[in-house]
């Protein structure tokens, strides 16, 4: 009889002990014991969620880093927005100021003016005034030898005279110098009774009509011509949408103005941005999908292969409600620790695509995480309902039996 009272105390502390002990720890010892013993499966499963997960975040950070990339190479290929004077005038004196205000530092605007010259043997060459400094930003797809140094006003010229100051330097297109400074060598222009005397600084080629003009800087053209910009060359930065909404606020501000989309290049602008936006989704989703099957696969080997478990889990009380959340919490195990992992590779991924496609870094996007973590999460769990419906299914009594 003394046996009982001396061990009850002990067994009483044990049990208080115990129930007192997170219920968290047996969950997790679970979890590790069957990631432990199932090695085989629980690293397919897991591979396939980094994979999943890998793909994703390379994606997702080229979505959003490839539309900034694909947009800052359009902006190579010239303007488009183009401002132009209504009924062959010249803009009003503020106009660039005011579109560059309407821009707010989200473009850049460069004014042309155009005047018709003619040679010392009385060929007609068009003439335009222009930033070189800006234009070398808006127009970097200009093939140019050399660009003009320096911005010489001239002095007054008589109608027959020569300048008496340094010639100007011009930017002289590869047809018209063919016909005018075939060597490279100085020539002389006229614009109603005023004569120019130019030096090419270098040639511009582009195939288009640039290829048949002369290019001075504004300054010097004002002062040579008296003629004032006709035109604006705008390359607006920002999607479509920001550009059509940029359009229509310098409609607003310069309403004696024709403002102009440059289609090809917005339409082109577009269309290369929504397919490749399209690739990339649709690629992530195939791989992902293909992640989920494989995922599937393995937990549904993974139910067969520990039926037994299971039943003797029933067999000695676990509720079902229990048996679903607790192979729910494997299956959302995997897909956070590959979730984690595959954002670590994906990162990588990226940056090496925009390394070699781009010459450019891709910047990591950590705020990419939680959603790359929820959605590996999600696609476990989803991957995991088959399975669950098959553990419904087990009957204890017959598993242990052996049938």
Known sequence: MSFIPTQLPETAEVV???TRKPHTSMLL???MRAAVLRRGRAASALLAMIVAATAATAMLNLYVDVQAKFRSEFRNYGANV???AKDGQSLSADALKTANATLSG???????????ARTVDGRSVVVAGTDFEQVQKLDKWWSVTAWPQTSNVPANTEATGIPVRPPTEALIGIRAAAAISPKNQPFVLSFQGRTLQLTPAGTLQTGAAEDSRIYLPLDSFEAWTGVQPSTIEIA????PEEVNATIRNLTQALPAADVRPVR???EGEARV???TRATLLYAAMVIILTAALCVLSTLIGWVFDRKRDFA??????????LLNGFFAAEAAALGATGALIGFAIGVGVAAWIGRANFHASVAPRFSLLPGVVAGCIVVALISALLPISLLRRVEPAMILRGE
């Open 82 to 84: 183009v401002v132009v």
């Open 29 to 31: 010892r679970m979890l």
């Open 106 to 116: 989200r473009g850049i605007a460069v004014p042309f003016a155009y005047a018709v």
């Open 264 to 266: 090809q290049i917005l």
């Open 312 to 321: 003797i889990m029933k067999a000695l009380g676990a509720s079902e409600r």
């Open 236 to 239: 607006a930065t920002g999607s």
């Open 273 to 275: 941005l929504g397919k």
């Open 16 to 18: 208080s002990r115990r």
